[in-house]
């Protein structure tokens, strides 16, 4: 299923329960069914919260807002919410998330509070993207510095900043041991600047590439398997449904693009390129 939005998207998250998807678009409009302006600038991130009953956005603007999702209307704003455009938001618990801006600097938001309740200067250059270890109560992040930050959020203090990886390869550490890099995968032409990753399992991953192809990559095999494409546009985030049916994939086309995984994941011996098609999501 292929979904015109109009405009450039810079995020996208699936609700954690219902067959809804939302869209952060670049003329700071939220895309959930209906349209929201949400934001004065561009709208850059977007994730559900509280059990997916309202939506948090960010922008370049530097505010974040939460709106109702079955109203569409505003619930709080905060604006100045950093200091720098904020590109980036995760959740964490049930009652905090965490945002991360272009200047390097992660806050984490208590939601019931709506307050900053931690924060870290942790990168010299933007966030790129943040996972959370929840077992550790660890925030990881990436950044355009071209390094690898560990947050404890038990502690309040970093953990140790390494280089991880360039736009020619993948790197892989094992967790605790940081200090030493278990595997590099040299790029192929799939592999021409991965920007994003999204986990299938503990053994594979999905990514997105600059070229507009989406693999599955084996992280400890040679599999390089490409799934789907968004023909030459680059794939700025990929997201599962909440029944992990569907991947949702935005690029620069400015398309959302559905895929059914049990139609380009039938096989992965399978290297034949699926095409997007008709799903009846929504």
Known sequence: MEINLGKIPFDVDFHPSDNLVAT???????????????????????????????????????????????????????????????????????????SGDDDGFIKVWDTRTRSCC?????????????????????????????????????????GRKIVCGSQSMLITYSWKGFKDISDIRFGTDMYTSVDVMLKLDEDKII?????????????SSSLVQPIAEHQGYSVECLGFSHNRKFLGSIARDEMLKLWDLDSILPDTRNTQRQRCAPMGFG
């Open 24 to 98: 952060a678009l670049i003329n700071g409009d939220l895309h959930l069914q209906l349209e929201v302006h949400a934001h004065r600038d561009s709208c850059r991130a977007v994730r559900f919260i509280d059990c997916g009953r309202v939506l948090l956005t960010a922008s370049s603007d530097c505010s974040i807002l939460t709106t109702d999702v079955e109203t569409g209307t505003t619930i709080t704003r905060i604006h100045n919410a950093h200091t720098a455009t904020v590109n980036r938001l995760i959740n964490l618990t049930e009652s905090t998330v965490a």
């Open 118 to 158: 931690n924060y870290f200067n942790a990168h010299e250059n933007y966030i790129s993207d943040m996972t959370f270890a929840s077992g550790e109560m660890k925030l990881l992040t990436t950044s355009g510095d071209g390094t690898l930050c560990v947050c404890n959020l038990r502690t309040n203090t970093n």
């Open 207 to 219: 990514t997105g590439s600059e070229n507009g192809i989406i693999n599955l990559v084996g992280i």
